[in-house]
């Protein structure tokens, strides 16, 4: 089945620095969804941008969504140890009525 | 609020023992819950959901099943676990099909 892949699967930064991650997907969907997830814990929710949406922000989170190359990208500003996760990007394709997970990227911050 | 539950957090079984895995949702009726397995530094496999009582849908043929006895309890059991079963699992509700799912805590299982 289709699955969002993230890019990079790993990304080491600098605190402070700006963290960014793509999401690439293969068919039509309703909304786009990112998540993060602390090592050993569960997912918790980041943002949902819909189809007809360009972009979105939610405080240091700024997603894009560019439904012309299938593509999205997370952008984490002004970055913090505790931003230290796996970032997974969620497809909702049409037609299929589920959240289809990415294999996720795996993000550090050094401080 | 709305908060999810489930247990054990950590669970060793031998190969070929049951398992019962339980997760149950407060402050929220009729979600839609499911079940999904994390192996270790990989994405989440979707194993089963269900939009009401008694109504399952699995994704992936295995040797688990998942049942709901009441609205707000999701049940994945096994009759003999494989090596193969060890991973993460999680439980998740959302409101609707498309909308945001929240996630419990996980269990961890190591079947040895």
């Known amino acids: 089945s289709q699955q969002g892949e993230e890019d990079p699967q790993a990304l080491s930064i600098q605190e402070g620095e700006n963290a960014t991650m793509n999401c690439s997907y293969k068919t039509s969907i309703n909304n786009l969804q990112w998540y993060r997830q602390n090592s050993g814990r569960g997912l918790v929710h980041l943002i949902l941008?819909?189809?007809?949406?360009r972009e979105k922000h939610s405080g240091r989170l700024r997603v894009t969504l560019d439904t012309s190359k299938k593509s999205s990208s997370l952008l984490i500003t002004a970055s913090r140890a505790a931003d230290t996760a796996s970032y997974f990007c969620a497809t909702d394709e049409v037609g299929n009525e589920k959240l289809t997970f990415g294999t996720g990227t795996r993000l550090t911050i050094i401080p | 609020s709305q908060t999810i539950h489930q247990w054990p957090a950590t669970l060793v079984q031998p190969v070929g023992s049951p398992l019962s895995l339980e997760c149950t949702v407060e402050g929220t009726s009729n979600p839609n819950l499911y079940w999904y397995r994390q192996a270790a530094g990989r994405g989440l496999q979707l194993l089963f959901y269900s939009v009401g009582i008694g109504q399952i849908s699995s994704e992936v043929p295995q040797n688990l099943s998942a049942s709901r006895p009441q609205d707000r309890q999701f049940i994945l059991s096994s009759k003999k676990l494989l090596l193969s079963d060890s991973g993460f699992y999680l439980c998740?509700?959302?409101?609707?099909?498309?909308?945001?799912?929240?996630f419990g805590p996980g269990t961890r299982l190591l079947v040895l």
């Open positions: 998740a509700w959302s409101e609707g099909r498309r909308e945001t799912q929240y």
């Open positions: 941008i819909r189809s007809n949406e």
